[in-house]
């Protein structure tokens, strides 16, 4: 059956540092995948997105990668701050009509 | 404001009494979906509209019913509520299949 794994302990991370998490997938190829970020409380906001033709995506402090090999999406936040303590959420997308499967999220904590 | 709007936010009810959940969202998206989420289980996709009248199941669309009757509203139906649709529910657009997903604010629904 068709998994996507993301590491449900929280990632403690000292401000400065580059915290990365990981969104392995089984079963599944992706045309695309996402990453959200989720409060407590609230509705996700959009991070990024990349495609499966492409290898890295930037955005300010944020990068992903993906590897369709090792079916893996790597999620990295540099020079972490205390506000990107938050729950992150990759999501994959298999065709272009909008269906979308979640990962279960990993916490980040960053600490001053 | 572009945003997604869902109503009601907390709702206790009973099993059995029919409900409705609303969204919409003034973004003039062709895309609209709906999630719940669970602990340890992160975001399902229930339900997902490319357009007008066409909608189609997620993950889990067991116990509900959609339709989009028009592009800016998506309303979710709960026939027969059951405990077990006890959820954080969240309902999002997107400009394309494949884009960002704006969610709404989310609606606690609480079946006893």
């Known amino acids: 059956s068709q998994k996507i794994e993301q590491n449900s302990e929280a990632l403690n991370i000292q401000e400065g540092k580059t915290a990365t998490l990981t969104c392995n997938y089984t079963n599944y190829s992706p045309a695309y995948l996402q990453w959200y970020r989720q409060d407590p409380g609230r509705g996700p906001v959009f991070l990024l997105l990349i495609r499966e033709n492409e290898k890295e995506k930037r955005k300010e402090r944020l990068k992903v990668t993906f590897d369709t090999t090792l079916k893996q999406s790597l999620f990295h936040i540099t020079a972490s701050q205390p506000a990107d303590s938050a729950t992150y959420l990759c999501?994959?997308?298999?065709?272009?009509?909008?269906?979308?499967?979640f990962g279960a999220g990993t916490q980040v904590v960053v600490t001053p | 404001e572009a945003q997604v709007t869902q109503n009601p936010r907390y709702l206790i009810t009973v099993t059995g009494k029919k409900l409705t959940v609303t969204c919409s969202q003034n973004?003039?998206?062709?895309?609209m979906s709906w999630y719940r989420q669970d602990p340890g289980l992160g975001l399902r996709q229930i339900y997902y509209?490319?357009?007008?009248?066409?909608?189609d199941k997620g993950d889990v669309p067991e116990g509900y019913k959609v339709s989009r009757k028009e592009k800016r509203n998506f309303p979710l139906i709960l026939e027969s509520p059951s405990p077990n649709q006890t959820s954080l529910y969240f309902c999002?657009?997107?400009?394309?299949?494949?884009?960002?997903?704006?969610f709404g604010p989310g609606t606690r629904l609480t079946v006893t």
């Open positions: 509209s490319m357009n007008v009248e066409v909608t």
């Open positions: 973004m003039n998206h062709e895309y």
């Open positions: 999501a994959l997308g298999t065709d272009s009509w909008g269906k979308l499967q």
């Open positions: 999002a657009s997107s400009s394309t299949g494949v884009g960002e997903q704006y």
